[in-house]
C-alpha cells in the first residue's frame, strides 16, 4: 500500500517517482477496522522513535534491565471503543468506512455477511489497541491521534494491570499526537521528555509498547537516522530506529539510556504489510513537547501561516539564482490575499533566514513558520534577483486543510501544439489558469531520452521562465534562445501541476 496523508485522503506523494509503502503498525482507530482482532488507523504508517543526547552516550550496559524496570510502570495499554455508522459499499465490504484502506479492515461485529441492502446505514462496533506514556503524577498521558480518533471509550490499562477510564483532552492530527486524562485521584508514576539533547546516529534507545495487545514490551535498538520525511505533511522530521515496533506500539514511548522519552512511535516501514523489518519512525521530543502543551491549555494546537508553496533548493536551483550553497526554501508559489501576499513575497524568491536564523531547508521553513504564535511578525530574509531583501510578515492562523485543498487551482491543457526537439519537449498553450495570473503552456510529450525528461512530465504547465511569465510556445522558445546567448547552461522554470507550483532547473546547453 502506498503513502498516504494524516487526513481524508493520506497519500504520500514521492518518496521517489516510485512509491514505497509505509503501513499503520498502530492498532488505533480514527476511521478504521480491525485487524485479527484489532484495529488500524487510517495513516498509512506506523510508530517508532529514538533517542537524544548531544554528549558521548554511555556503554552499552550488559543488560537493560535496570532501565526497563524504572520506565516501565509510566507506560500503559490503551483499548478504544469505536463506533461507526456506515453501509454497504457494493463491494462485498459490508459497513466498511470510506477509507483507501478498506481492504485490510474488518469489524469484529456479530455473524457474517450482512444481509442488509446496499447504502443501508448500520452501526459498527469495533476495538483498537495502542500504547501512550504517562507524563505528569496527576494523569496525564501521551499517544498517537490515531489512536483514538473517532473514539467512543478510551480505557488504559497499567503496568501494574489497573484499568482506568480516560478522556480524550485535546488532539492533533498533523503531529498525530494526542493527550488523555485519566478519571481518577491517584497518583501515577510517570517520565520526562527529553527536549535539551538531540539524539545522535548510533545511540542505544528502548521502545516500550503494547504490540498486538501483549503489553508491558520492551525492545532495544539504535537511532538509524534524523530528520526523515515519510511525506505525511510539511513537517515531517521523525527520528528513525532499529528497535522493534508492531501494531499496537503506535503512541508509546522509545527512552533513551538515561530513561527519558526521545520519541513517540508513530510509523513503521513495513513492505510485508505491518510486521516490523526494523525500520520505525518516531515523532521528537521536542514536537511531542510543544504539541502536548498547546493540548493541554487549550485543547487545540494552533499554528501561524504565511501562505507559500515552497520547495527545496537543489544544486542546480541554486546554480540557477546565484546562491552560493543549496539551502533555503524557493518559493513557487504565493496565495492570494495571504500574509506573505500583502507583505511582498514573490513567486522566485529563496527564504533564507526567519527572524535571524538560518532556513536549511522547505521542511524547516515550514517548522518554523508553524511555531511562530498567529498575529505576530516574522522578519523574512529572502534572496532576490542576486541580494538579500528583508521582508516583515505578520502570521494569520494556518487554515484547515479543507481551506488550503481550495488554494491549489486546477489547470487544463488545450490544442495547438509546437515542439522543441532539442530538449524533447512537445508545448502547446494552456487555458488560463485561475489566479495564477498568465496563460502558460502545457507540457504535452516529454521524449524519454531528452534533457527534460527528469524535470517535466506531461500535463505540466510552464508558468514562466527565467522569472520572466510565458503566454505562448514562440515565448519560451525566445527565453531559452536569450538563455543560451547568455551563456547558461540551465534556465530556472516555474511550472505547475496537480501538486502545486515549484521550480524546475532546466538543462538547455549552451550555445
Known sequence: MTVHDNHNNREAGILSRHRKRLTIAAIGICGVGV??????????????????????????????????????????????????????????NEGMPPDPFRFFFKFNGQGGTSRMPPNVPRK???????????????????????????ATE????????????????????????????????????????????????????????????????????????RGRDINSNAYDDFLQIDAPVNRGN??????????????????????????????????PAETVARVM?????????????IGVQIQPVTQDLADSIGLKKAAGALVANVTNDSPAAKAGVQPG????????????????????????????????????????????????KLPSEKQLAENNSSQNGSGGGASLAGLGLSLAPAETITGAGNTGVVVTDVDPNGKAADELQPGDVILDVA?????????????????????????????????????????????
Not at 535571524?356 to 513558520?369: E, F, P, W
Open 35 to 92: 485487524i485479527a482482532g484489532n484495529l488500524v488507523a487510517p495513516l498509512n504508517f506506523t510508530p517508532a522513535f529514538a533517542q537524544s543526547q548531544s554528549q558521548a552516550s554511555p556503554a552499552p550496559p550488559f543488560s537493560f534491565a535496570d532501565i526497563a524496570q524504572k520506565v516501565r510502570p509510566a507506560v500503559v495499554s490503551i483499548k478504544v471503543r469505536t463506533e461507526n455508522t456506515s453501509s454497504d459499499n457494493g463491494d462485498g
Open 124 to 150: 459498527e462496533f469495533g476495538m483498537g489497541l495502542g500504547s501512550g506514556f504517562f507524563i505528569s503524577s496527576d494523569g496525564y498521558i501521551v499517544t498517537n491521534n490515531h489512536v483514538v480518533s473517532h
Open 154 to 225: 478510551v480505557k488504559i490499562v497499567t503496568d501494574g494491570g489497573k484499568t482506568y477510564t480516560a478522556k480524550v483532552v485535546g488532539a492533533d492530527e498533523r503531529s498525530d499526537l494526542a493527550l488523555l486524562k485519566v478519571d481518577s485521584t491517584d497518583t501515577f508514576p510517570f517520565v520526562q521528555l527529553e527536549t535539551e539533547h538531540e539524539p545522535r546516529v548510533g545511540d542505544w534507545v528502548l521502545a516500550v509498547g503494547n504490540p498486538y495487545g501483549l503489553g508491558g514490551t520492551v525492545t532495544a535498538g539504535i537511532v538509524s537516522a
Open 250 to 283: 503506535s503512541g508509546g514511548p522509545t527512552f533513551d539510556l538515561e530513561g527519558k522519552v526521545v520519541g513517540v512511535n508513530t510509523a513503521i516501514f513495513s513492505p510485508s504489510g505491518g510486521g516490523s523489518i526494523g525500520i520505525g519512525f518516531d515523532i
Open 293 to 305: 502543551s498547546q493540548l493541554k491549555s487549550e485543547g487545540k494546537v494552533t499554528r501561524g501561516y
Open 349 to 396: 524568491d529563496t527564504i533564507t533566514a526567519v527572524n535571524g536564523k538560518d532556513v536549511a531547508d522547505s521542511r524547516a521553513l515550514a517548522r518554523i513558520i508553524a511555531d511562530i504564535k498567529p498575529g505576530d511578525a516574522a522578519d523574512l530574509t529572502v534572496w532576490r534577483d542576486g541580494k538579500n531583501q528583508d521582508i516583515k510578515v505578520t502570521t494569520e
Open 467 to 511: 522569472g520572466k511569465p510565458v503566454n505562448n510556445v514562440e515565448e519560451v522558445r525566445q527565453l531559452l534562445s536569450q538563455a543560451r546567448s547568455d551563456n547558461k547552461s540551465t534556465v530556472l522554470l516555474r511550472v505547475k501541476n496537480d501538486s502545486g507550483q515549484h521550480f524546475v532547473a532546466l538543462p538547455i546547453g549552451k550555445a
